[in-house]
């Protein structure tokens, strides 16, 4: 088997066939189901991941990330060893491609969260094993593998839906880019000009015959939403001398009742976390009726589970 046959890396929704997108969002739907209401440590029917070993890598700060990996790796029967980049050798002069040549001699999958993409994808050149994006300055896309689950869960197939981004036009705003191509919604993005999204994916997107919709008015941008979405306005790539500058530009995009009254009356609201509660989105939103950013966070579990044995193919 060569190298490509014999593994696949989860890099970018957009580098994923969506049939393959797609049957790994049902795999982690059926997984969920499957679990139940079963304790948290308690084993999965099948062990797919038995005797393999995952390291997870952080360059930066996680929670959701890091413990949603963790806890599904060992809920399958693998285990993990989590790793700061700072601490490796990696953090100190080691190239990428020799930590990647030597990590794929003890382990059998590598999950990165990254500064730099760079970084990501000369792991993913050298490692002769798998390699998942675990946030980049650029994508996050287990993140909304999570969110296109967790709207279908609740609304039934995202496919020709209005999904409206109010904010940034942040690494996670890409990899929504990515999935509106690949699995077919209507994409309308709201914030100022100077914080808009990287022309490369909006031309991705374009080309991919799902163009997203620019609309600098935020109330109008809204209208019929079936799902609106915000993240941090600074985020952790982002210089903190950029602080201020961005919350004064960001400010008339925060997802509040009234913005979210002009959104269809059965409207989600989602937010990948960590929020800073009253800037980005108020609280009134965060644990209003329409948000299922704790659903979000939890299928992050969930579809991740399904990343993991689609890259290891078991
Ligand atoms: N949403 C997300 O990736 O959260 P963490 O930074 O806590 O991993
Ligand atoms: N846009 C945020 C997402 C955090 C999960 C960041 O990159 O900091």
Same mark, same amino acid.
């Given at each position: 088997?060569?190298?490509d046959d014999?593994?696949?890396h989860?890099?970018d929704?957009h580098k994923?066939?969506p049939?393959?997108?797609?049957a790994m969002?049902d795999?982690?739907?059926g997984?969920k189901?499957?679990?139940?209401?079963k304790?948290?440590g308690?084993?999965?029917?099948?062990q797919?991941?038995?005797?393999?070993?995952?390291a997870?890598?952080?360059?930066?700060p996680?929670?959701?990330?890091?413990?949603?990996?963790?806890v599904g790796?060992?809920?399958?029967?693998g285990?993990t060893?989590v790793?700061?980049?700072?601490?490796?050798?990696?953090?100190?002069?080691e190239t990428?491609?020799?930590?990647?040549?030597?990590l794929?001699?003890?382990?059998?999958?590598i999950?990165i969260?990254?500064?730099?993409?760079?970084?990501?994808?000369e792991m993913a050149e050298?490692?002769?094993v798998?390699?998942i994006?675990g946030?980049?300055n650029?994508?996050?896309?287990c993140q909304?593998?999570a969110?296109?689950?967790?709207y +279908?869960?609740?609304r039934?197939?995202?496919? *020709?839906?209005?999904? /409206?981004?109010?904010?940034d036009?942040n =690494?996670?705003f890409?990899?929504?880019a990515h999935a509106?191509?690949?699995f077919?919604f209507?994409?309308?993005f709201?914030?100022p000009p100077?914080?808009?999204?990287?022309?490369?994916?909006?031309?991705?997107?374009?080309?991919k015959g799902?163009?997203?919709?620019?609309?600098?008015?935020?109330?109008?941008?809204?209208?019929?939403a079936?799902l609106v979405?915000t993240d941090?306005?600074?985020?952790?790539?982002?210089?903190?001398?950029?602080r201020?500058?961005?919350?004064?530009?960001?400010?008339?995009y925060?997802?509040n009742?009234?913005l979210m009254?002009?959104?269809k009356p059965d409207?989600?609201?989602?937010?990948?976390?960590?929020?800073h509660?009253d800037? +980005?989105?108020?609280?009134?939103?965060?644990? *209003?009726?329409?948000? /299922?950013?704790?659903?979000?966070?939890? =299928?992050?579990?969930h579809a991740?589970?399904a990343?993991?044995?689609?890259?290891l193919?078991?």
């Amino acid at each position: 088997m060569t190298k490509d046959d014999a593994m696949r890396h989860f890099l970018d929704i957009h580098k994923t066939d969506p049939a393959e997108l797609r049957a790994m969002l049902d795999l982690g739907a059926g997984m969920k189901a499957a679990r139940g209401d079963k304790p948290k440590g308690a084993p999965d029917a099948d062990q797919p991941l038995a005797g393999r070993m995952v390291a997870l890598i952080f360059e930066k700060p996680s929670t959701r990330t890091r413990v949603s990996f963790d806890v599904g790796v060992r809920q399958m029967g693998g285990q993990t060893m989590v790793l700061s980049g700072a601490d490796m050798q990696l953090g100190h002069g080691e190239t990428i491609a020799d930590t990647a040549r030597v990590l794929s001699r003890y382990v059998d999958l590598i999950m990165i969260r990254t500064f730099e993409e760079q970084t990501l994808l000369e792991m993913a050149e050298h490692a002769t094993v798998p390699v998942i994006n675990g946030l980049t300055n650029r994508t996050h896309p287990c993140q909304i593998m999570a969110d296109v689950l967790t709207y +279908e869960e609740h609304r039934g197939p995202i496919a *020709g839906r209005k999904v /409206v981004w109010s904010g940034d036009g942040n =690494n996670v705003f890409a990899s929504f880019a990515h999935a509106a191509g690949q699995f077919g919604f209507d994409l309308t993005f709201t914030g100022p000009p100077t914080l808009d999204p990287e022309r490369e994916w909006l031309e991705w997107a374009q080309a991919k015959g799902h163009p997203v919709t620019i609309e600098r008015d935020p109330w109008a941008a809204v209208e019929g939403a079936d799902l609106v979405v915000t993240d941090t306005w600074v985020s952790m790539h982002d210089p903190q001398s950029a602080r201020e500058r961005r919350h004064n530009q960001l400010r008339p995009y925060q997802v509040n009742e009234h913005l979210m009254s002009k959104a269809k009356p059965d409207a989600l609201f989602m937010h990948c976390l960590p929020a800073h509660r009253d800037d +980005e989105a108020t609280s009134a939103v965060m644990d *209003g009726p329409h948000s /299922v950013i704790f659903d979000e966070a939890e =299928n992050r579990l969930h579809a991740q589970k399904a990343i993991l044995r689609w890259c290891l193919g078991v």
